[in-house]
């Protein structure tokens, strides 16, 4: 079964608006989880990497104000896509690694601005 | 992490084996093979990993070669459900703060 869990699997917004998504470890803490964005037929790209307890360390180009992260918990962390616009329509990603058992992805969250 | 090259895409035959190069030329000592698959709209699934000797799960076979430049992902009974885009990364083995660099894949169609 999922052991990092995301969600919503699918959210349509308008445009303006702000959308969040929730990705979460199930049976282990992951002080650290990433976060990709996926344009279709394209590879993965890193965004941010989520730190409990501190700030995110945002790829080059990936605006921090844009893409709030928060990594409140050691099973939480957050992706707030601010002022969504059509362009920020996308498939949004998170992982995190479990130390003994590797690394493993969310289900993914497709995300349709109108 | 070092870069790693594959093709861009394969097709291969339902119940064949499918086999799945991938080029680390740059690897380096102390860094892992990875393969990982991505089914349409899912998140990447984790399928083996490597060092230096063969592998072999439930899922699939992992060959490297002496050198470890290059390596090949072994499906041993392809089905429809294995058509997915599958990664090759190449990474230091450490603790959690590591993160997955992607490339491109190679986009594999099982055919009946």
């Known amino acids: 079964g999922a052991v990092v869990s995301q969600h919503p699997s699918r959210v349509i917004c308008k445009s303006g608006t702000s959308v969040k998504i929730e990705c979460r470890s199930l049976d282990f803490q992951a002080t650290t989880m990433f976060w990709y964005r996926q344009f279709p037929k394209k590879s993965l790209m890193l965004m941010a990497t989520?730190?409990?307890?501190?700030?995110?360390?945002?790829e080059q180009g990936v605006e921090k104000d844009k893409f709030l992260i928060n990594h409140a918990s050691l099973t939480l962390s957050t992706l707030t896509v601010t002022s969504a616009h059509p362009e920020d329509s996308s498939f949004y990603i998170c992982s995190a690694r479990d130390p003994l058992r590797g690394a493993f992805f969310g289900q993914g969250t497709r995300l349709t601005v109108v | 992490d070092a870069k790693t090259t594959q093709p861009t895409s394969m097709d291969c035959a339902e119940g064949r084996a499918a086999n799945l190069p991938c080029n680390h030329s740059?690897?380096?000592?102390?860094?892992?093979v990875y393969w990982y698959r991505q089914i349409h709209s899912q998140g990447p699934q984790y399928i083996i990993h490597?060092?230096?000797n063969n592998e072999t799960n439930e899922m699939a076979s992992l060959i490297i070669t002496e050198d470890r430049k290059s390596s090949t992902l072994i499906l041993p009974h392809a089905t429809l459900r294995d058509t997915a885009v599958y990664y090759c990364?190449?990474?230091?083995?450490?603790?959690?703060?590591?993160?997955?660099?992607f490339g491109g894949g190679t986009r594999v169609l099982v055919k009946p």
């Open positions: 740059t690897i380096s000592g102390n860094e892992y």
């Open positions: 990364i190449v990474r230091v083995e450490k603790a959690a703060g590591n993160k997955l660099t």
């Open positions: 989520s730190n409990e307890g501190s700030k995110a360390t945002y």
């Open positions: 490597g060092l230096k």
